[in-house]
């Protein structure tokens, strides 16, 4: 599967390629900001993406308006620090599959990809 990882922080980065469970057999993209990000998604690179909030350039909740209104079907999971229930709600009404809070754990990761039926 196509996984595009999108965060400014490479350590972050880091932290979600090791949570993917190995019966997801990635391909791994990785992306700084939200630019980065759709220009990756136009280019093939992605099935599924992990989103961060909080970046330069191109914060996560444009790129993921962008990704839904380019392609409702974009599947993406939020994953960020911002747990307050405003930033939440606001994902989900911008089309994110799932919200998972930083750090990313392998268990959480692994329960995002089976709400939305990846494993």
């Given amino acids: 599967m196509k996984v595009l990882i999108v965060d400014d922080s490479?350590?972050?980065?880091?932290?979600v390629m090791k949570?993917?469970?190995?019966?997801?057999?990635?391909?791994?993209?990785?992306?700084?900001?939200?630019?980065e990000a759709l220009d990756a998604y136009h280019a093939g690179h992605a099935e599924v993406i992990f989103l961060d909030l909080t970046m330069p350039v191109m914060d996560g909740f444009r790129t993921l308006e962008?990704?839904?209104?380019?392609?409702?079907?974009?599947?993406?999971?939020?994953?960020?620090?911002d747990i307050q229930p405003q930033a939440q709600q606001r994902v989900r009404e911008l089309?994110?599959?799932?919200?998972?809070?930083?750090p990313i754990t392998p268990e959480a990761m692994?329960?995002?990809?089976?709400?939305?039926?990846?494993?």
């Fill in 10 to 15: 490479a350590m972050s980065r880091k932290l």
């Fill in 19 to 35: 949570a993917l469970p190995d019966e997801l057999n990635a391909v791994v993209t990785q992306a700084a900001n939200g630019q």
């Fill in 66 to 81: 962008l990704l839904k209104r380019e392609d409702a079907n974009a599947v993406v999971i939020v994953i960020s620090a």
């Fill in 95 to 102: 089309g994110a599959a799932a919200f998972v809070k930083k």
């Fill in 110 to 119: 692994q329960a995002a990809l089976r709400q939305i039926g990846l494993i």
